[in-house]
């Protein structure tokens, strides 16, 4: 039998290329966020060095910058050329970063050619992440690790609205779209059903925290930034495995 080429297809990120949609914009008022994003990274990598790590989705490279401090090389792997665009600002003098237009199921690069992969806030694109895994799967080598952050649908606020419904947080893609933007999918996932699909790609599960554990306009008014960051610090290991925050973090190890 003659084997044909077949070129994959790729999965535009729409929303990220409207012009009228300014992801950047979005982290003003989110500092808190972004600072336990960069604790639990740090928290994760502490003490070790890759060679090439890829930032799958990594959009404009809000968090490609701070992987140069544990890489000698980064890829940001955007499908967005507007993101790709504002990362060329963004990123300007981080010469160890450099930009490619490619989305997460089809990175074309050689199988195990990197020792590090983030994917931070990309997983609630994808409903479906099994071609994703395994394509990240392949191009990491034996022993390569992952570091994956997701919107957790299981989160204790969450647990509390369907418990007093009588009802359970699904195990399947919660849809969280809104009609004003019906070009790309957001969904919250639950994270025992992300943790099996990782492992069926060939991923064990390292560590795991709870991100933004204090996330709430009120609280940051009421304390300020340094102070929940103090606290998140103590609460990211310790709420972990009851998956308490609205975000988790997986750092995970390629078999
Ligand atoms: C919320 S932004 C997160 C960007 C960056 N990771 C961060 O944390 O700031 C989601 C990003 O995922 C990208 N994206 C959407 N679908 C994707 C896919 N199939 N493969 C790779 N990236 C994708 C979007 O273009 C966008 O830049």
Redesign the pocket.
Known sequence: MVKTKTKKTV?K?D??DDPRYN?QDYWTGREYEHAA?EMAIKRLLRGKKFKHAI??????G??SKFLTKYADKVTL????QQ?LDMARIYLKGATQVDHKL????DLQMPAGSVDLVL????L???PDPVP?FSEIARVLKPGGTFLLEFANDAHFLNRLRYGVRGKKVPKKPVDISTKADPK?PFVNHHPKTIIKLLHDAGFEVEVALSGSNLRSPTLKRIFGKNVLLGVEKVLQPMLAPLYFGPSVWLRLRKR
């Not at 792997?77 to 967005?80: L, Y």
């Not at 490619?102 to 199921?105: E, F, N, S, V």
């Open positions: 999965r990120a929303h990220y992801y994003e930032d799958v989705g990594g959009g404009y809000r968090l792997a955007e499908p967005s993101q490619l989305q997460a199921a994917v931070a806030r990309v609630h694109h994808l994703e790309i």
